[in-house]
């Protein structure tokens, strides 16, 4: 059945999201496919399989207990990892993606595809591919850019990088999950991509918590500064859709409003935004901005550990307490002004 069988290994907030949108799509496309997850935690891959379940009776779906299992099963794997050392665990390691390929039989392996929307280090994703590669395999980076949000609703850009012929074997299967694909190079140019947006998008969120937090002191109401800001040259997405200020925008749902749960965690934020410095001093490129904002990143997680796991705009929260406290934050680095 490897041919009719999808397998998605990595259940955390995005791929459960992403796994959930992939089956039942190809689900009420081809009823026969069968669907097999595997996750580092038991429970999630049982409260998955339930749910699924229960809303598309008649599924065939699954639980593997290893990568090996995943493989053994279907001909088309996806991970959505943490970081660089699960991917390596799950892919390099023994019961892992790269020993499986090697056991199959050629015909087998050649037929397999491998799909990896983790956002890790750009060189161990380049040797990881090779590896696979060798096997006879074929494999793309595929990160992704819409957070939780956007894997629940299907509406992903992934930023794919692999070979061409790699590239057109994964678009058909991202497009379940994403409203945009797009090619961006060979192995590991996505990833580049996805470093380079993050960083981005990590800098914009605290100069965002920073004009909000000074609009309010200055005594401007949040949802007129937010709508000013997002229709004028301050606009990013950081305001008009993930704004850090509760009541900024009253037709939306960012994160905020659930007490910062449901977005993406200020930990993963903190990772990326170290994937961006450390490949920027192998490069040598400048990023004055992305050491001084992954130092807030990581003075959040310092002094308020309980962030960890909250949406990245909690930044505002910091700044806000660090206010109120009479400290302000220079470089990253709290700083007493009251004597």
């Known amino acids: 059945m490897r041919p009719k069988s999808v397998s998605f290994i990595g259940l955390g907030r995005m791929g459960s999201e992403m796994a959930f949108n992939l089956f039942s799509k190809k689900f009420a496309q081809a009823s026969d496919t069968h669907f097999v997850i595997c996750d580092a935690i038991p429970d999630a891959s049982k409260s998955f399989c339930e749910t699924f379940i229960s809303q598309f009776p008649g599924a065939k779906i699954g639980i593997a207990a290893t990568p090996e299992e995943a493989v053994l099963a279907s001909q088309t794997i996806i991970t959505?990892?943490?970081?660089?050392?699960?991917?390596?665990?799950?892919?390099?390691?023994?019961?892992?993606?790269?020993?499986?390929?090697?056991?199959?039989?050629?015909?087998?392996?050649?037929?397999?595809?491998?799909?990896?929307?983790?956002?890790?280090?750009?060189?161990?994703?380049?040797?990881?591919?090779?590896?696979?590669?060798?096997?006879?395999?074929?494999?793309?980076?595929?990160?992704?850019?819409?957070?939780?949000?956007?894997?629940?609703?299907?509406?992903?850009?992934?930023?794919?990088?692999?070979?061409?012929?790699?590239?057109?074997?994964?678009?058909?299967?991202?497009?379940?999950?994403?409203?945009?694909?797009?090619?961006?190079?060979?192995?590991?140019?996505?990833?580049?991509?996805?470093?380079?947006?993050?960083?981005?998008?990590?800098?914009?969120?605290?100069?965002?918590?920073?004009?909000?937090?000074?609009?309010?002191?200055?005594?401007?109401?949040?949802?007129?500064?937010?709508?000013?800001?997002?229709?004028?040259?301050?606009?990013?997405?950081?305001?008009?859709?993930?704004?850090?200020?509760?009541?900024?925008?009253?037709?939306?749902?960012?994160?905020?409003?659930?007490?910062?749960?449901?977005?993406?965690?200020?930990?993963?934020m903190l990772k990326d935004m170290g994937l961006a410095t450390d490949i920027a001093s192998e490069s040598g490129s400048p990023l004055p901005l992305a050491h001084a904002a992954a130092k807030i990143y990581s003075e959040v997680l310092k002094s308020q550990p309980e962030l960890a796991r909250k949406d990245f705009s909690s930044v505002y929260r910091y700044l806000s307490n660090a206010s109120a406290a009479g400290t302000k934050v220079a470089f990253g680095e709290l700083v007493s002004v009251r004597k």
């Open 80 to 268: 959505m990892l943490p970081s660089s050392p699960q991917v390596q665990t799950v892919y390099a390691q023994a019961n892992g993606i790269i020993p499986t390929l090697r056991s199959l039989p050629p015909d087998a392996a050649r037929n397999t595809l491998c799909i990896d929307s983790t956002t890790l280090d750009v060189k161990i994703a380049r040797d990881v591919a090779a590896d696979v590669l060798l096997t006879g395999a074929d494999i793309v980076d595929a990160p992704v850019s819409g957070g939780v949000t956007g894997a629940k609703a299907g509406t992903l850009a992934f930023m794919v990088g692999g070979t061409p012929e790699g590239f057109i074997l994964a678009e058909p299967i991202l497009a379940y999950m994403g409203a945009r694909i797009v090619h961006c190079g060979p192995s590991g140019a996505g990833l580049g991509t996805k470093i380079c947006n993050n960083l981005i998008l990590g800098v914009q969120q605290v100069a965002v918590a920073e004009g909000m937090l000074l609009g309010q002191k200055l005594g401007l109401d949040p949802a007129v500064l937010a709508a000013v800001i997002n229709s004028s040259t301050g606009s990013c997405w950081a305001s008009s859709v993930n704004n850090p200020v509760p009541g900024a925008l009253p037709e939306k749902s960012p994160p905020c409003e659930r007490d910062y749960e449901g977005g993406f965690a200020t930990a993963l």
